[in-house]
């Protein structure tokens, strides 16, 4: 009896025991996340971090000529047999609408990417061939050039193995890269999302922030004149 009553003992102590690790380690992690773009902020003037409901930080900033940039971290566990992925997502949001059509590149598309804008494009666009599967869609108001000069600029993009999506739109461009991808273990065995990363560095957001200018400049803004471009 004293012993079924000591092993019953020890089984409780235990379960409370590793339940308070979780906890903690869980807390830790997040911990983690709220500061993973501390580093980056050091590249812009008034950097302001905000923190999204998935502990992960967001961060704002001017640029010169009042554009903004805007950098977030995306957790995404949504493909099965794969490892969860943390996407770095750079926005570049221009001082005024510019004239220019909307376009877009996605790389290795499996239709469960939900940050993705170029989904949600009505038009079917004959993509640049690349090392990877490509996905361009726009809005139907390319011009001809328009188009050649995307797919210049998306051919030497996708070139990087780590480059995830890139879209120009009137209103500012988009990058997202690859910045992490999860731990075996915790996925495999605990269905957790982990990532072996304690900071973003400043490096990797800053080659982002240049993608994202370039393909602000990659489109020209007077060829209205130009014919449509129809989509083979």
Not at 70 to 83: G, K, N, S
Not at 179 to 205: D, K, M, N, W, Y
Request: hydrophobic letters at 45%; one cysteine or more; aromatic letters at 6%.
């Amino acid at each position: 009896m004293i012993t079924t009553i000591a092993f019953s003992a020890f089984i409780v102590a235990s379960c409370v025991w590793m339940g308070k690790r979780a906890i903690s380690d869980h807390r830790a992690v997040l911990a983690q996340r709220r500061g993973l773009l501390d580093e980056a902020a050091g590249l812009f003037p008034n950097a302001k971090i905000s923190v999204a409901p998935d502990h992960f930080p967001m961060l704002v900033s001017r640029l010169e000529g009042g554009r903004q940039i805007r950098v977030e971290l995306l957790a995404d566990a949504m493909v099965t047999r794969r490892l969860p992925q943390l996407w770095l997502r750079v926005t570049l949001s221009e001082a005024g609408e510019r004239c220019r059509p909307t376009i877009g590149a996605l790389a290795r598309p499996t239709g469960a990417e939900y940050y993705s804008l170029v989904h949600d494009m009505p038009e079917w666009m004959t993509p640049p061939e690349t090392g990877a599967s490509l996905l361009m869609r726009g809005d139907g108001r390319a011009t001809a050039r328009q188009v050649e000069r995307a797919e210049t600029m998306f051919r030497s993009l996708f070139a990087d193995p780590a480059m995830k999506e890139a879209v120009i739109s009137p209103r500012g461009t988009r990058v997202i890269l690859q910045a992490a991808q999860g731990e075996r273990a915790a996925h495999l065995f605990l269905r957790q999302v982990r990532f072996p990363v304690t900071t973003i560095s400043a490096s990797l957001v800053k080659e982002a922030v240049a993608k994202a200018e370039a393909l602000s400049e990659a489109l020209a803004a007077n060829e209205a004149a130009m014919p449509v471009y129809e989509a083979a």
